[in-house]
């Protein structure tokens, strides 16, 4: 059994979203379906790509929130379905102890992600930490202090709408 855990971009421009798929399905293209376990906080973006393309092999998916809040206030409305849905079909549904979205939640939700995983994908430009915490250089930078292997997926095409992790 191997584990994947995902960290990324939230603000992939829409033209980003195939390019970033193809490369998703080549890197987990190399793992049998129930052999594999992607686990993912289902953010937009490079997380929920992430966890569609996990589901699309058949691999198990392991969903972490960061906050019994987290939908309610962390999820657009355009985005509800596609989260309900990711949601749905994991098989196993980790919340954390948190009430409210917030930077405490994120970086245990980070943490939590990191534990065990065997690999970890970053969708990510190489920008630096924003500084909030919590986001996808901060996650790379933990994996690889705890000697987690990073794969790195960003296409030339892939480009971002803003500088929000």
Known sequence: ???????????????????????????????????????????????????????????????IIPSRDYRETEVRE?????FDALLDAAQEVVVMPYDHAGRTAYEAANRRLLQGADRLVAVWDGSAPSGRG?????????????????????PPEAVRTSTQT
Not at 23 to 51: I, K, N, T, W
């Open 78 to 82: 355009a985005d509800l379905a596609e």
């Open 134 to 154: 919590g986001g996808t250089a901060d996650v790379v930078s933990a994996a690889r202090a705890a000697g987690v292997r990073v794969d790195v997926v960003w």
């Open 1 to 63: 059994m191997t584990t994947i855990a995902v960290t990324g971009h939230m603000d992939l421009a829409p033209e980003a979203a195939g390019p970033v798929r193809g490369e998703l399905r080549m890197l987990l293209g190399e793992f049998e379906g129930d052999d594999l376990v992607g686990r993912s906080c289902l953010a937009r973006g490079a997380d929920a790509l992430f966890a569609q393309e996990v589901l699309a092999i058949g691999g198990r998916l392991s969903a």
